[in-house]
């Protein structure tokens, strides 16, 4: 085990971190100069806690997280996987090298050729890949067919550093819908029209259909095959009070997943809302081994506004606007970790006899101390 294997903070990892009581960190406790990342699951350290997904409003300095990769159009069509490191925790930043990474759990050939499973066994979280590179506006296609069991998600997302999130998501065994969403800021606004269902003209879990994103400044389109299911104005998201549009505007990683929503360990709507709790004696589990879902193909096309200058890297954070929106500018700093840096977990003092009986010292560079 390598220091890199603790410090990705993956669904496997994360009952250990509760165990150690890492540090924390939120909007009132920001990471300390030690440990400057706050990581996408709100826990400090450094190395690739400073990589995608890194909270820069949390962290110690809007800084120190790595800038976001600038967005390049392209297509990756996923027999491929030359360009997809399948294990993130190998992830330095380069995201020339690698256009996506697995977050969590094992990518399968599909059988008939048409891309790769995102699998989902009892013994872990299921699949989540995301893409090396933000998109900031833009449209993006996805090619895929979901998954078909009561308790199991199949989400295309984009989620951005501060929780700015535009979803598609298939819960349970419904297959002739899909559900739309958006976020600003971490929070969704349920009493519109969220979580809206559409349908699908055929069977999602056993025809590939393109479920498009046009996100654009002003306006944020769903399209199944081409044709326009769902439409956010930026103008009709105007706060009450008049001061913030609550749409989603801060660059964006690509997300990919399927998840075990039907679980004990989740909260009953979430198990009533994906149909279920999971029968893991279901004869597709048992004969394959899995749960899964089938991605073909993602094709981005960027909104190049950002991207004219051929010595910019990505976007960085520079806190909030008057309104409390964040800030991002174009940047042309490295994205990429460099090889010096120490890979650090902050941890608190009493827990650290936990932490090296669990994991060994030779896994970590350095610890910090509260
Ligand atoms: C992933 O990479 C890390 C760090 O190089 C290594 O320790 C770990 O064994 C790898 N995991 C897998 C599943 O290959
Ligand atoms: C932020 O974290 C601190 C320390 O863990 C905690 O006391 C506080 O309640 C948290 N604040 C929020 C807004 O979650
Ligand atoms: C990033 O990856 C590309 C492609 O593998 C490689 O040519 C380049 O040298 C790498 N950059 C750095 C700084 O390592
Ligand atoms: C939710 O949307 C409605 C209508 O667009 C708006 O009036 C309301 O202020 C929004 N609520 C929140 C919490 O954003
Ligand atoms: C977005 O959807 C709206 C409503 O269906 C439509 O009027 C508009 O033309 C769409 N925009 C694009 C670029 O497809
Ligand atoms: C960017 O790079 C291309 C190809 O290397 C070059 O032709 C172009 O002049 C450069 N643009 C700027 C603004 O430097
Ligand atoms: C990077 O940006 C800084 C500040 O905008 C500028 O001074 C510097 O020349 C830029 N470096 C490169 C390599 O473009
Ligand atoms: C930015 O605004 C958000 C929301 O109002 C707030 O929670 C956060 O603390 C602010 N961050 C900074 C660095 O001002």
């Keep these: 085990m390598t220091r890199s294997t603790l410090l990705f903070l993956g669904a496997a990892l994360l009952p250990l971190i509760q165990l150690i009581s890492a ?5 009132t406790s920001l990471c300390p100069s030690t440990a400057p990342c706050c990581s996408e699951y709100g826990y400090c350290g450094s190395g690739s806690y400073c990589l995608g997904g890194c909270e820069p409003l949390y962290s110690f300095k809007s800084t120190s997280c790595r800038p976001n990769p600038i967005c390049v159009s392209q297509e990756t069509n996923f027999n491929d996987l030359s360009k997809v490191q399948l294990n993130g925790t190998k992830f330095d930043g380069n995201a020339t090298a690698y256009d996506w990474v697995v977050n969590t759990g094992n990518l399968i050939a599909d059988p008939s050729g048409q891309g790769v499973r995102l699998t989902l066994k009892e013994s872990d979280q299921g699949t989540k890949i995301s893409s090396t590179r933000y998109i900031h506006y833009g449209s993006i296609d ?11 998600v199949t989400a295309a997302i984009t989620m951005s550093d501060v929780k700015d999130e535009i979803d598609w998501e298939w819960p349970g065994a419904i297959t002739d819908k899909v559900q739309t969403n958006y976020w600003f800021l971490g929070v969704a606004n349920y009493s519109a029209t969220q979580g809206a269902a559409v349908d699908i003209a055929s069977d999602s879990s056993s025809n590939f259909h393109t479920y498009t994103f046009d996100w654009q400044e002003d306006y944020l389109n769903w399209s199944i095959d081409g044709q326009v299911v769902r439409t956010v104005l930026k103008q009709d998201t105007l706060s009450d009070d008049g001061t913030q549009y609550k749409y989603p505007s801060t660059p964006s990683r690509i997300q990919l997943s399927i998840w075990p929503a039907g679980i004990s360990t989740s909260a009953q ?3 009533d809302w994906s149909g279920g709790m999971i029968d893991w004696t279901d004869p597709d589990y048992v004969s394959n081994g899995y749960f899964w879902n089938t991605l073909q ?7 190049n506004q950002d991207n004219t200058l051929n010595s910019t890297t990505g976007w960085a954070y520079g806190g909030n606007d008057t309104q409390g929106i964040p800030i991002v500018d174009i940047t042309n700093a490295s994205t990429l970790l460099s090889g010096a840096e120490p890979s650090i977990l902050l941890v608190k003092k009493s827990t650290v006899a936990v932490l090296l009986s669990t994991i060994g010292l030779a ?6 101390l509260l």
């Design 142 to 152: 996805f090619v895929l067919e979901s998954s078909k069991w009561n308790g199991v």
């Design 23 to 27: 540090q924390t960190c939120n909007s």
């Design 269 to 271: 709507g979430t198990i």
């Design 363 to 368: 896994t970590l560079t350095g610890i910090a």
């Design 297 to 303: 193909s993602v094709k981005i096309s960027c909104a």
